[in-house]
């Protein structure tokens, strides 16, 4: 039963680990990443035979016996749901069912083989037939987060390259790998004796092969699932003076902007005519220049600025909003300051407020 449980882990991280590698490999191979965002079927496409390839591998190397095998997987799903009881987390429920559709599975499958024989196929069923419910329910609980996960990487940040680049493709990839192995997971001590086969496992390499050249032809955005990019125009004044007037952009995912600039040429002929357009270093904008959205600036890794003309503003706004330290003053451990904000010519009606704001520095 240990050794059952340790190939039947090794399947299960295996099933996660494969589609992952998967998934960096074809970025080595396509400039575009997240292909599958705005079709998530292309993530089942492409993941869901290589982690199958993953989950069955370990069969093949060590051909244990079935029984062996299933007690293993029972003891691994006991054992999670065992760790969830003491940990007092409510996810254990999930393995539980698992576990409980592994010995009514088995007990049916049991009583049907001793009357059309071990090897029949119609025995697979009487272990397949009991397990339904659990399966329908993991299946519904797996597609749904694996959607929920593919439509917040839209939104979860453009981290640094060359790394950056290659993270949500895997987390992806791992996460179907994940669902995968408590999906199929629980089939597969009985299955894997038909599927554990090198001519099988070649085939779903084969499509795994072709859904990465596919995917790769795959446009990542549509109407439904757009990509997310951040503009501001940025003015920085002194007194009734523009010190300086720049354009920021930036974007929220894995594609950077120049995927931006070769993917939407108005954009770029925009930036043209109001600015000189460059992805050199000299045009890196400080995180700094987004403090007005803050925190969202934590998800920027390679945000842009270009210089902006000053005219238009000029025609709304003959004077700037301006902050100006009054006077400070220090108590024991506490340090008062006194502010004075000119919204300038930002209200409506071209009138002047003025406000104090009082901050404590301790």
């Given amino acids: 039963a240990l050794a059952g449980m340790l190939l039947h882990a090794f399947g299960v ?13 074809r970025l ?7 292909n599958w965002f705005a079709h998530p079927c292309l993530a089942f496409f492409m993941f869901v035979p290589a982690s199958l390839v993953g989950l069955l591998l370990p069969r093949i190397i060590w051909g244990l016996s079935e029984q062996s095998h299933f007690w293993g997987a029972f003891g691994l799903y006991s054992l999670v ?5 003491l940990a007092g987390l409510s996810g254990g429920f999930l393995t539980f069912f698992i576990s409980m559709s592994l010995l009514l599975g ?24 009991p397990m339904i419910p659990c399966l329908l329910y993991c299946l519904y609980y797996g597609g749904f987060l694996i959607q929920f996960l593919i439509e917040k990487m839209g939104m979860m940040g453009s981290l640094p390259k060359p790394y950056g680049h290659f993270v949500p493709d895997i987390i992806v990839g791992a996460m179907v790998g994940l669902v995968v192995g408590w999906c199929f997971g629980p089939l597969a001590p009985i299955v894997s004796c038909w599927l554990a086969k090198a001519s099988i496992l070649h085939g779903f390499l084969q499509i795994t092969v072709v859904a990465m050249a596919v995917s790769s032809q795959v446009f990542p955005y549509s109407t439904g699932a757009p990509k997310r990019v951040v503009l501001q125009h940025t003015f920085v004044t002194d007194a009734s003076n523009i010190v300086e007037s720049n354009y920021g952009f930036s974007v929220v995912d894995a594609n950077s902007l ?8 108005e954009a770029a002929k925009w930036l043209k005519d109001n600015s000189e ?11 700094s220049t987004w403090v007005a959205l803050y925190p969202v600036p934590f998800l920027f890794s390679g945000s842009l600025k270009f210089p902006a003309q000053t005219e238009e503003i000029r025609k709304h706004h003959q004077h700037f909003p301006q902050l100006v330290v009054q006077k400070t003053s220090s108590n024991n451990w506490n340090r008062r300051v006194h502010l004075q904000l ?21």
């Fill in 28 to 34: 080595l191979f396509t400039k575009n990443a997240m």
């Fill in 258 to 265: 120049e995927f931006v600039f070769n993917n939407a040429p």
């Fill in 81 to 85: 749901t065992l760790a969830y009881m």
């Fill in 106 to 129: 088995r007990f049916i499958s049991s009583i049907s083989r001793k009357q059309l024989g071990q090897q029949s196929p119609k025995s697979l069923f009487g272990y397949v037939i």
């Fill in 13 to 25: 991280i295996l099933a996660i680990v494969v589609p992952a590698m998967t998934a960096g490999l």
């Fill in 342 to 362: 000119s919204l300038g010519g930002l209200d409506h009606f071209a009138q002047y407020y003025w406000s104090i704001i009082e901050l404590v520095f301790c």
């Fill in 277 to 287: 357009l460059s992805l050199k270093e000299k045009y890196r904008s400080d995180r």
